[in-house]
């Protein structure tokens, strides 16, 4: 392909000056190109090489943006992908046949029992599989270019989750769209302004008391919250989710309640409420800011990728 | 990072979701998905629906990738060979390695069982030949015939430096606190004071002949060691449940009731370690504390750290760094700096021993001993009048 194996890779004229920045080292190219057995699947060392570059500076080998890797950092990151998984999706995207002999061999049955899984339906979980089956063939077009999702894996975590996940996105957004679509079968009756004895200037100083109990919360605390009291979702879940024991959920669960009720009492206090009305305006039981919680959980994006989208 | 239909593009890609519930992503980036997480219900189906659908799915994708690495054995990696046979070897290498340290342990343990039966033999031997010998010197050789017999549990270091004291040859100097059968003694010399208790009975006083007939033939019948040495830990286990021991373990151990009422003393303990002596008169046990963190005892009116701590008959006597002597009595709040009567710097204060190994009971009788630094020794009853010895 016209690039010697000590050669660094470099991109597209226009990204040169970039690209220079956070060239892979030639050697570590045809280190991995050899340990991935990436010309067994058709990729050649220059479209290999082509793709690591693309992985790599997709998320800055892993550092902050405008960090420059060094050999060694780009050595590390790469180390940590699924690199086998890649080349194979790489070289399924790229159509080559013996890759997706491999790759039905290895996700075929395992794609379909995802698919039902999710699902909860078999014949569902098989139409959603082959529907992706069908994506993944590259049948849909864009522009006139053949498209196919496994373009879009980078080797973060196993190609199997990926497909799991991507599977689950497919799933969820038709779902959405089609609950959107169906009509309303009854009108639901409006909830009630306001509870008796508690006037609309009162539930206005309490709900900002909550949202600024809830803007202290951090990240994960308001996860947890959201899982559980707005999803419905077990410890257990959650626990798998975030990776930690499921005692761990239940303890930040009642301590992130703890200090909310805390919080909101002690804004409702600086909001020049007494303290015992305070306590009767928030209730007994914290879950009662159920309904609270969720408009404030809901209604917005996170800052972070409301950036990534603009 | 974001999907390819613009509608979504709020949302995380499933790349980046995946690679959060895999545990693949760095602190930044996981931050970020968290945060997305928290306000985006869509994003949490789909992660909660791909993690629930992988739980079921692991052992049948093994399967599954096994087979195919067997139907396309022209791309199976090489690497595979190399490794197994590397794994064999690794595997030989661990296992004579093993091998030797089994040899190497079986070897020490012989060594050291054989030590001991010839320093309890040396004690027993200098206990008959100084019979006549000052109370003082009786003393000193049956502390250091007891620290020269190593306990079974000894040789774990790094649990307390005081622990490494018990090989050593007791000086003046050095004034180790004094290992006394049926006493306890405690050294303040660094922060992690280590209290000591040695017990010539296993259990309660009902029991104590019964368990010491249970020693005396440990030594003829290693095998029934094992068994002594689950009671003993097995006693441990309980003093642990208790958690709150005073200055009096020795009668925590003995009569629990006392222990219970003395929860709230002053002093409390934490039981470290509990171990067996093995000597010629029958088995003894060594039960170490360490005070629990956050409840030292009061600070000495001089400011400075106590270097040697002894407690008998509901009283504390203590010598500071300076050599000071200071003395509490159990139920008091505050040390009492007692009036110099010795020459020189006394450095070590500990219980006297009378020749049977018992501390002195005699309400007449002396108790404490204070050591100076020329090794001259002063004895007191109540720890306020001392004369020389």
Redo the contacts between chains.
Sequence with gaps: VGITPAQPVEGDASERVSAARSAIDGVLVDALWLECEAAGWGLERGEFSRILQEVGTAHNFGLEDGEAASRLQQAAYFRGLRLGDLVLARACAAGDERAWERFMAIYREPLARAAIAITGNETLGRELADQLYGELYGLTTRDGERRCPLESYRGRGSLMGWLRTTLAQRHVDHYRRRRREEPLEEFDTPAAEAEVGQTNAELTVLEKAVEEALRSCEAEERLVLAAYYLDGRTLLQIARVLDVHEATVSRKLKRVCEEIRKQVVKNLESAGMSRRAAEEALGADPRDLDVNLKKLLQSSQSDAFKERAG | ?????PK????????????F??????E??R??I?????????C??????????????EP??AV??A??GR??D??E?KEPHFWNRRTAWVAAGALAVAVTAAYVAHVRQVEVATEQAKAAREAAARTEEMAAAPETAQMEMKATALQAVPAPTAAKKGKSEATSHELQPMTAEAAPPPLVAGAMAKSSSDERALARKVGDGFSNDERRGRDVDRSGQLLQENHSRKSVWGHLKFRARRLELLHRQTRRSRWCIRRRGDCMRQRHAQHRWTLIEISLVLGPAGGKWVAEFLPMAGREPAALPSGLPAVSTASARGLTVTVDGAGALFVREDAGSGWESVTKQWSGRAVAVRLQVSAAGAIASSSAGAVFEIVNDQGKVWVSADGRNWKSK
């Design positions: 990072m974001m999907g390819s239909n979504l593009d709020l949302h995380p890609d499933a790349e980046s979701l995946n690679a519930a895999e545990q693949a992503l760095g930044r980036e931050g970020r968290v945060a997305h997480l928290a306000e985006c219900g869509r949490r189906e789909v992660v909660y629906l791909a993690r629930e659908a992988a739980g079921e799915m049948e994708l599954a990738v087979a195919a139907v396309t022209s791309f990696r």
